[in-house]
């Protein structure tokens, strides 16, 4: 079992930052590949970003990329997710989840939420314009 909660969600204007973290405890962090979802009120859930178990590869959403960036320490047992420019549209509550099945230690960086095994409650970001 691991548990992950969120942090850092809150309200910001449009073209500003904020900076997500997701803590996990209960097993080793590095044995899990890291990715952040979101889920906007009325629409499906959506792949933001991925970060292998070594933090040597990511994966973004396409139409993220370039704004949004994941990073993990794995001696703190955190995954982030800094996102700038941020958009109206970038309002979500954003989840962390955690991959526990395998792959590569250093490429594997899973897309679909049915990949991942454990997943934090989330966090609200609200985008004003």
């Known amino acids: 079992q691991v548990q992950l909660v969120e942090s850092g969600g809150g309200l910001v204007q449009a073209g500003g930052s904020l900076r997500l973290s997701c803590a996990a405890s209960?097993?080793?962090?590095?044995?899990?590949?890291m990715g952040w979802f979101r889920q906007a009120p009325g629409k499906e859930r959506e792949f933001v970003a991925a970060i292998s178990r070594s933090g040597t590869s990511t994966d973004y959403a396409d139409s993220l990329k370039g704004r949004f960036t994941i990073s993990r320490d794995n001696a703190k047992n955190t995954v982030d997710l800094q996102m700038n420019s941020l958009k109206p549209e970038d309002t979500a509550v954003y989840s962390c989840?955690?991959?526990?099945?395998?792959?590569?230690?250093?490429?594997?960086?899973?897309?679909?939420?049915?990949?991942?095994?454990?997943w934090g409650r989330g966090t609200q970001v609200t985008v004003s314009s």
């Open positions: 209960g097993r080793t962090f590095r044995s899990f590949a």
């Open positions: 989840a955690a991959e526990a099945h395998g792959g590569s230690y250093y490429y594997y960086t899973p897309r679909s939420p049915n990949d991942y095994d454990y």
